[in-house]
């Protein structure tokens, strides 16, 4: 072959012009499961399958378009330390003259690829991965690396400039977020009408063997079956699923977290995160199904719920894309908070006596997914309160979760949910009392702890560590108008008050891994 086209595990884009092109016989189309991407982090055992699993499917389905594909299993690549000598390898095996790629989304595989040139000595060139909607060249013209760049006034200019939404130049509907009508609690009545999560059972027995015999160390459960999208038609069909079930709730429960029903683990969440960073799906698929879900279905689904559901793909998820391209590589080593304790053991095991935790937890091990507020305003709320060190806080979430992939993981946690960039994504820490988890949740009613409770023994270890927080920040957080009444509140308690629960929260810290 002529040239060597090499995809990555999250390259599985069939529309790619790659594959459209004329003259396919003189390329020879490389995918690979490799050691190196296993063990950069430890993953959760889904994640590991799901990947070689949707890799495998995506190789079957060029072999059947008629074009040249090697797929390679982590038997075939277990002496190549990694793509550099992989690729080294296959380009002499295969005589060919020069190598292809798609840029990579993480940091870390750019600049591998980068001094490819150094050890190859073949033309080497890399063209766009055709997947985002805002282009890559397009980026730093929205954002200024060590500046903060408001997601609000982002998302505005892309509802412009993609016309999502939009009527006669104004937001439809009069207002660009309808986030006061959604994020509402589940009530009892409501958990009953819950949706039953739309999963697959794709047999992955062959793969775990091979994760099991080339002694991959991953984290979590699985069994025989994954659950999991792992071909673009059952991307499609998750996506259907969303759009016929989920949406017409989207933004109503967006916020909400329950453990009274076996659905809790999924609610009215789309799951649709692994296929599109995987690239199953492209964003603007997904747009334009959700607009055309809500033009058929207009009596049935309101606007709150299509904003806010559009808002995380084109507002969100291509904004943390900017800021991570922006602040890279720098972002990945930033700890403004000065963050150091060690992550609690819990973490990769869920016993822990706060039932809040423990549902998050133990969900993720289960299914290597949880919804953004658990996320954010637990396990993140947690590791703000007690001050994780951000690279412990971004090696859990990066291994986890099915959809973790670093350009969307890094800026959520060590942005988003740690404050450790300083206010780059958010304006002020996502930081909460367990009255947040109570009002949107209903955790606290089986927990050992007491939510009402600051200071006693009993109390929910999120209030004290709450205020320990708020009162070691202060000279930094009280000048943010935002947080300014929050100081007031601290002030309005005696001193007595103050001391008890500054000592509650001490001791929860020297006794974390008990908590
Ligand atoms: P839904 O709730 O159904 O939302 C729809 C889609 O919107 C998602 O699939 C996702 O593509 C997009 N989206 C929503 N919020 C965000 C966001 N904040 N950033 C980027 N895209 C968003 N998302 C990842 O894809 N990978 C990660 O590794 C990841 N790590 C996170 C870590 C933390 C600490 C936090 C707070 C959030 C993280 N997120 C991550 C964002 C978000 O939580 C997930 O995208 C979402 O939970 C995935 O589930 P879903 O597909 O059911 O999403
Ligand atoms: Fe979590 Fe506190 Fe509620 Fe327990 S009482 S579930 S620890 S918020």
């Not at 982002?154 to 509802?159: I, L």
């Not at 063997?209 to 994954?226: D, E, F, M, V, Y």
């Not at 350009?407 to 947040?436: C, H």
């Amino acid at each position: 072959y002529k040239i060597l086209r090499f995809i990555f595990g999250d390259q599985l884009n069939a529309n790619h012009t790659w594959y459209k092109e004329e003259n396919q016989a003189q390329y020879l189309y490389v995918i690979a499961e490799l050691k190196q991407e296993t063990n950069y982090v430890k993953h959760h055992i889904q994640k590991v399958a799901a990947f070689f699993s949707a890799m495998e499917n995506f190789a079957s389905a060029l072999k059947k378009s008629q074009l040249n594909v090697l797929h390679l299993t982590l038997d075939d690549t277990q002496h190549d330390e990694s793509i550099t000598t992989l690729l080294k390898r296959l380009a002499e095996q295969y005589q060919c003259q020069e190598i292809q790629y798609q840029y990579p989304d993480e940091y870390r595989l750019y600049q591998q690829m980068q001094q490819l040139e150094s050890h190859i000595s073949l033309k080497i060139s890399a063209c766009d991965s055709e997947h985002f909607l805002l282009p890559y060249s397009d980026i730093s013209a929205h954002f200024k690396k060590d500046k903060h760049v408001k997601m609000e006034f982002f998302y505005r200019m892309m509802r412009k400039r993609f016309n999502i939404l939009m009527k006669d130049g104004a937001p439809q509907g009069g207002q660009w977020n309808f986030d006061q009508d959604n994020r509402n609690k589940l009530k009892k009545a409501d958990l009953a009408t819950i949706p039953e999560p739309k999963v697959f059972s794709n047999d992955i027995e062959i793969i775990l063997r091979r994760i099991n015999n080339h002694k991959i160390s991953t984290l979590g459960h699985c069994s025989s079956t994954l659950l999991w999208p792992t071909s673009r038609n059952q991307a499609k069909q998750l996506l259907d699923y969303f759009c016929t079930h989920l949406l017409p709730h989207f933004g109503q429960f967006q916020d909400a977290m329950t453990c009274q029903t076996s659905h809790k683990w999924s609610l009215y969440h789309s799951r649709i995160a692994f296929a599109l960073n995987t690239k199953m799906l492209h964003p603007m698929h997904v747009i334009n199904q959700v607009l055309s879900e809500f033009d058929k279905r207009k009596n049935e689904i309101n606007l709150a719920q299509v904003e806010g559901f559009i808002r995380q793909i084109l507002g969100w998820r291509e904004y943390v894309r900017g800021v991570y391209w922006q602040n890279m590589p720098d972002y990945a080593t930033k700890n403004e908070l000065n963050a150091k304790r060690a992550l609690p053991d819990y973490f990769w095991h869920g016993n822990t006596k706060m039932n809040c935790m423990k549902q998050a937890i133990d969900q993720s091990l289960d299914t290597a997914y949880a919804h953004h507020i658990q996320r954010l305003m637990i396990t993140g709320n947690f590791c703000l309160l007690t001050g994780i060190k951000p690279d412990d806080v971004d090696n859990w979430y990066l291994g986890i979760y099915i959809d973790a992939i670093e350009w969307v993981e890094m800026p959520n946690t060590r942005g988003m949910s740690q404050f450790a960039d300083g206010g780059l994504i958010a304006t002020k820490p996502y930081a909460s009392s367990g009255n947040y988890i109570n009002k949107m949740s209903d955790y606290c009613k089986g927990c050992h702890y007491n939510v009402k409770q600051k200071s006693e023994e009993t109390a929910c270890p999120f209030n004290s560590l709450y205020w320990l927080f708020m009162h070691t920040h202060e000279a930094r957080l009280s000048r943010n108008p935002r947080i300014g009444m929050v100081y007031k509140n601290w002030q309005k308690q005696n001193e007595t008050q103050q001391s008890a629960t500054l000592k509650r929260a001490q001791w929860c810290l020297t006794n974390i891994e008990k908590l």
